[in-house]
Nanobody, 120 residues
């Protein structure tokens, strides 16, 4: 069974930095895409950033130039370096892995989430 485990969340002052990590277990293949979503209270879950197996990253406009997602090529692991944090970045951050196997079976895995709180 595939599991995604996030770590690195916490409380930080505005302007500070945090680094989130997501480590997976239980998969026999490399995920097509891994990334980060977030959900603030009363809001829908939204994409923050994701990275393909080849290392191409995609970012939400709200975090461009502040956040950096990376993924070691040999591991089902993804990181999110968050700089210049703002109170509006406060949310639960979820790790995600998605794609399709060589047999065409789609998959979409989620972690349990890690809380990020940015104080003003």
């Amino acid at each position: 069974q595939v599991q995604l485990v996030e770590s690195g969340g916490g409380l930080v002052q505005a302007g500070g930095s945090l680094r989130l990590s997501c480590v997976s277990s239980g998969s026999r293949f490399s995920f097509d895409t891994m990334g980060w979503y977030r959900q603030a209270p009363g809001k829908q879950r939204e994409l923050v950033a994701d990275v393909t197996r080849g290392g191409r990253a995609n970012y939400a406009d709200s975090v461009k130039d502040r956040f950096s997602a990376s993924r070691p090529s040999t591991k089902n692991t993804v990181y999110l370096e968050m700089n210049s944090l703002k109170p509006e970045d406060t949310a639960v951050y979820f790790c995600n892995a998605n794609g399709a196997t060589t047999q065409g079976r789609k998959y979409d895995y989620w972690g349990q989430g890690t809380q990020v709180t940015v104080s003003s």
